[in-house]
């Protein structure tokens, strides 16, 4: 604190105050003026934390608060002069120099900030788990399709086998099979069999129970035997023969997968041993 010259002169403020009989813990509560301010004022000396706007300030709303005239009290603390106005023209020059101080690029720190939020170690770290992921992702799925597509091909293949199973079966025309005795009764009470070999195959001929005949038949060769009771013929592949018996044409007696080892003619016809 600092005295001043005050002391000398009467303090209206203070003697009007006591003449309300107002103390200056009243006057603190009701203009919020603080205690040390109120007392400088009205002993005449300053603070100097006290700016002189302030205490310039404090001054009028004390004086307001009791009902004086402000500008009498300015005169009585000296402070009947306003405080210089700043002039505009340096008001005008301060705000030319903030004006003209160089801006910050704001999109350039934008991207840098960007740029050091990207490759920080935490974030590439985060961004190659997520590729990696996405990569797993990626191959599980073309697996998966890969797999689908196998199934699917089998699946496919499949269904082919059973329709040309299918197909084949409704197409299939069986080959008319032979009976087991074929009628074709003698006409003069012998027996007789001609043959010719559709392929090449081997046959025993038996004639009343000799073999008179046994080798290979050549592709397109004929034979015929007679006998009075009966021949039996025997052999591989007889079921490719192409037979007449007793003046009767049988055919061949060969029907699909159907093969026989063994053949007896009688006056009465064809029988198929197996």
Known sequence: MSATDNNSKPSILKSTREAKGLTLEIVHEATKIPMDALRAIEEGYSVRILSPFYYRGFIKIYAEFLGLDAGEMYKQYGLDQAPKPTSSATVSVKANRKLAQPQPNIFLEQVQDSFAFVFKPKTLKLVFKAFGFLLLFLLFFKMAG????????????????????????????????????????????????A????????????????????????????????????????????????????????????????????????????????
Not at 162 to 169: F, S
Request: some cysteine; overall charge positive; charged content about 30%.
């Open 195 to 274: 043959v010719r070999a559709i392929k090449s195959t081997w046959i025993q001929v038996k004639a009343d129970g000799n073999v008179v005949f046994q080798m290979t038949l050549s592709k397109g060769s004929m034979e015929s035997w007679s006998a009075d009771d009966r021949i039996e013929l025997s052999g591989r592949d007889i079921e490719q023969l192409d037979m007449e018996v007793n003046g009767k044409h049988i055919g061949s007696l060969g029907g699909g997968e159907r093969k026989i080892k063994r053949v007896l003619v009688t006056q009465e016809g064809l029988t198929v041993k197996r």
């Open 146 to 193: 890969c797999i689908a597509s196998h199934i699917n091909k089998k699946a496919e293949k499949k269904v082919k086998i059973y329709n040309d199973v299918e197909e084949t079966k409704s197409t299939f025309v069986p080959q008319k099979t032979k009976h087991e005795v074929v009628q074709a009764p003698s006409q003069d009470n012998r027996v007789e069999v």
